[in-house]
């Protein structure tokens, strides 16, 4: 027996970070800000077999770009253990990632809520989807790799988180914009968690305020110009960064940056896209990304 999952990777340009008092309520954590999903991300599959071993009850293997950690993914397999007797079961997990990790692209994320919907479809546990994405959103806090990415990649397109938390306790508002192409290029990863614990004060205080900007304009134009703001604010600017940005801005071309990555992605209408690649192969030390919106958030796979 076998199931596929699949969540789109999810970019953050801005944000704000909520932790609840209470640590045992993961559910709670999370962020206020904006962002958008594309159509790469991580696909799991999950194959359930007689266990032969006692000793082993799973085995998690990635395809495509390589995560150096699988304490996410453990953590959501050992919560839907919690819901039945599947002793007698070896879990074989592959996630195939296609999105380089550590570069603001939310894969963790996509890691954590792909194997949720995988597990639950694969054991019948028959969970509410807001439910699903719960123990994707724990997996995600308790391992300190994210804070908002689960809610936007399971509601999906280019979202403005306006309440924090898991789905089913935050909201999203959507933006409808047609006709645009992704553009993205990662250097060189950052630390999610460092920030995280290192420049929560200087990061609420603007993230709030511009959800509160987009949520009036609901522009993307004017959302890459926030991200901008945001990233020179918060010091996650490089030179490199700099360069390539400035470039773009000669041209007419707006760009944003990936939190937390040594990432710039530019949001632009289908017809300026081959303008943006021919700016981005100046840099060929970068792995480029060219995709659209994913609107329909995290889902099931059915072959």
Excluded: W
Excluded at 140 to 150: A, F, P, Q, R, Y
Excluded at 168 to 179: A, F, L, R, S
Excluded at 269 to 280: A, N, T
Aim: aromatic share 10%; glycine share 10%; with cysteine.
């Amino acid at each position: 027996m076998e199931a596929i999952g699949f969540c789109p990777a999810h970019v953050t340009g801005f944000f704000k970070a909520h932790f609840d008092n209470n640590y045992e309520n993961l559910e709670n954590f999370g962020s206020m800000g904006a962002g958008f999903s594309i159509k790469e991300g991580v696909t799991t599959k999950v194959i359930l077999s007689k266990a032969t071993n006692k000793q082993e009850k799973f085995r998690i293997t990635t395809k495509g770009f390589q995560s150096d950690k699988t304490d996410v993914s453990e953590f959501v397999l050992h919560e839907f253990l919690k819901l039945g007797n599947f002793d007698e079961f070896f879990f074989d997990i592959e996630h195939k990632i296609d999105v380089p990790v550590g570069f603001g692209l939310g894969s963790s994320g996509a890691v954590a809520l792909s194997l949720a919907y995988a597990l639950d479809n694969l054991l019948h546990t028959s969970l509410d989807k807001c439910e699903i994405g719960k123990i994707a959103h724990k997996a995600e806090v308790n391992c300190k790799t994210g804070l908002g990415d689960v809610l936007a990649a399971y509601h999906g397109g280019f979202e403005v988180r306006v309440k924090p938390g898991a789905p089913g306790i935050g909201k999203v508002e959507k933006i409808n914009t047609k006709n645009i192409s992704i553009i993205v290029i990662c250097f060189s990863p950052i630390s999610t968690n460092r920030f995280l614990r290192d420049q929560l004060s200087k990061i609420n205080g603007l993230g709030g305020k511009m959800v509160d900007k987009l949520l009036k304009s609901k522009d993307y134009g004017s959302f890459q110009d926030m991200s901008l703001e945001f990233a020179k604010y918060v010091g996650v600017m490089t030179p490199k960064m700099e360069k390539l940005i400035d470039e773009l801005s000669k041209n007419g071309i707006k760009s944003g940056v990936a939190l937390f990555g040594e990432t710039v992605f530019s949001m632009v209408p289908d017809e300026s896209k081959e303008k943006v690649l021919e700016i981005f192969k100046h840099y060929p030390e970068g792995k480029i990304i060219t995709s659209k919106l994913d609107v329909k958030g995290a889902r099931v796979l059915f072959n």
